[in-house]
């Protein structure tokens, strides 16, 4: 979602689009990446303000370029209460998108951010190539057992992207691990990521429009030494590829503690010779 995984997920070309929201436009292969957000500090001193760096890479927590500020559909704080507050001082640091936020009170709280959708058009074999790269084979297999692709010699694709992590602000107050961001496709774990050690299993339930996902495959990697300081030369540990049940729950073996992530896509028809990639991520830190 190369040697970031094992299963083909990258390539050096790839089709992303270059007009916002619903206008189109035909692109040439340029490079995808994924979109995370990572907590600037562990836990963030109490009373003081939160900083999310918004990564946009291929190499996890890292960041080549920066999300234009125009492409934040939503970014909010959530507190352990489920009560939601937009997040509006958004910036740029080098190459990464900032995210700032003064919450009220000591606690934990998810902070999560939605990107305006894009869209392109390409063939159905295109499609089909851009699913399995991106580490969704079994969705391309399915449209294909399916016969769902249009017999038209074009389509357009329109990919969206969540992204969601877990701040702390003192060391105590409400835990918010359980609450909704209120994204379109999101995971949420059934316990507090904290409270993991070495050799514990953490249940992620993921969703779609309220609904559970069923037989979806998510990617999930520990950051390597050098957190956003890494770099192409980092030694990095093989991702974990994991499915998720018939009630969307998914069963991540957590190997180690520190910074984790855990990503997937969800491709579905749109009706006629449109189709929809919903992309979701989850960042966390195991342990303490």
């Known amino acids: 979602m190369p040697s970031r995984r094992s299963t083909p997920r990258r390539s050096a070309t ?33 009373g003081a303000g939160v900083e999310v760096l918004g990564q946009t890479s291929v190499r996890f927590p890292t960041s080549v370029s920066p999300v ?44 999560a951010a939605d990107l305006q959708p894009r869209s392109t058009r390409q063939t159905g074999e295109g499609l089909l190539r851009y699913v399995r790269l991106e580490g969704a084979p079994d969705a391309a297999a399915r449209i294909e057992r399916e016969g769902r692709l249009n017999a038209a010699d074009s389509l357009t694709r329109t990919d969206a992207k969540y992204a969601k992590t877990l701040v702390d602000v003192g060391t105590r107050g409400p835990r918010a691990f359980s609450a909704s961001a209120g994204q379109p496709l999101e995971f949420t774990p059934e316990r507090d990521p904290a409270q993991l050690r070495a050799g514990d299993t953490l249940r992620l339930r993921l969703v779609f429009r309220g609904q559970p996902v069923a037989g979806i495959t998510a990617h999930a990697g520990i950051a390597p030494a050098g957190g956003v300081a ?48 919903h992309w979701a991520t989850f960042v966390f830190r195991a342990g303490q």
Do not use: C, M
Request: overall charge positive.
């Open 14 to 46: 790839r089709h992303v689009a270059l007009a916002a929201g619903a206008l189109l436009a035909v692109t040439a292969p340029l490079a995808a990446h994924d979109f995370w957000l990572v907590p600037g500090a562990f836990p963030f001193a109490e």
């Open 68 to 111: 234009a500020l125009a492409r934040v559909a939503r970014a909010v704080i959530v507190d352990g209460t489920g009560k939601a507050t937009p997040i509006t001082d958004l910036s740029h640091r080098g190459t990464s998108l900032l995210l700032r936020a003064k919450p009220a009170a000591s606690g934990q709280y998810v902070v």
């Open 230 to 277: 890494a770099d192409s030369t980092t030694p990095r540990e093989p991702d974990v590829h994991v499915a998720t049940d018939a009630q969307g729950v998914l069963r991540l073996p957590i190997t180690r503690t520190g910074l984790w992530n855990v990503r997937t896509i969800h491709v579905l028809p749109a009706g006629g010779a449109a189709w929809e990639t």
